[in-house]
């Protein structure tokens, strides 16, 4: 079945850099994306979302570009922090259906 | 404004018995979402919920698995006579209208020995 998932299981940055995280999703029927970070033992937190009508979204320190095209959407961390080390999903909603979550990309920033 | 409550943080069962997991949804969401997430891996779907009214229950189990939502109360995750299989984490998530941005509670870990 048609699925959301990641390029790279673990990134590894330097305390300071820039950070980008990439999944790739596979339903084009999807008009609704959202990238989650879990800590360890936490519940996902919400860090931003976009929608299909849009290509890019900043927030704090965080940017989401969506490419329809390929269907790829990636998160940027700017300035990365220790406290930014989470597993971080993103997950995609087709209208009218439920959440699919890709499999997580763990962030780790080394001081 | 309180987040999405879930209760307990952690459960132990022994095989054959019975868990329930309790959510509350922030307040003014109406919609509960279930998901279970096994270690180092991605959430999994399980039930959505509306008040009184099962909208989606694609991603439960077809036995020992049941969820409602009363009118009253909070949402409530059945699993009768777990087995070791059924250990994970089981998360919770409201939104307000669906199809809008899903906020998850901190999850009940359940261990069955």
């Known amino acids: 079945g048609e699925s959301v998932g990641l390029h790279l299981p673990t990134l590894s940055v330097q305390e300071g850099d820039n950070s980008i995280i990439n999944c790739a999703y596979s339903?084009?029927?999807?008009?609704?994306f959202i990238w989650y970070k879990q800590e360890s033992g936490k519940g996902p937190q919400f860090i931003i979302d976009?929608?299909?009508?849009?290509d890019k979204r900043q927030g704090q320190r965080v940017t989401v570009l969506l490419n329809k095209t390929v269907k790829h959407l990636s998160l940027q961390i700017a300035a990365t922090q220790p406290g930014d080390s989470a597993v971080y999903f993103c997950?995609?909603?087709?209208?009218?259906?439920?959440?699919?979550f890709g499999g997580g990309t763990r962030l780790m920033v080394k001081p | 404004n309180a987040g999405v409550m879930q209760n307990p943080r952690h459960l132990v069962r022994r095989r054959g018995q019975e868990a329930r997991l309790r959510c509350s949804p922030m307040k003014g969401h109406s919609h509960v979402y279930w998901y279970r997430q096994l270690p180092e891996e991605g959430l999994k779907f399980m039930v959505y919920?509306?008040?009184?009214?099962?909208?989606?229950e694609s991603g439960m189990p077809k036995e020992r698995f049941s969820a409602e939502f009363p009118k009253e109360g909070p949402s409530i995750l059945r699993i009768q006579q777990v087995v070791r299989g059924d250990s994970a984490a089981y998360f919770c998530a409201s939104s307000p209208p669906p199809q809008e941005t899903q906020y998850f509670g901190p999850g009940t870990r359940l261990l069955v020995l």
């Open positions: 919920l509306q008040k009184e009214n099962i909208i989606d």
């Open positions: 339903n084009s029927a999807s008009d609704y």
């Open positions: 976009i929608r299909s009508n849009m």
């Open positions: 997950a995609e909603t087709p209208a009218g259906n439920m959440l699919t």
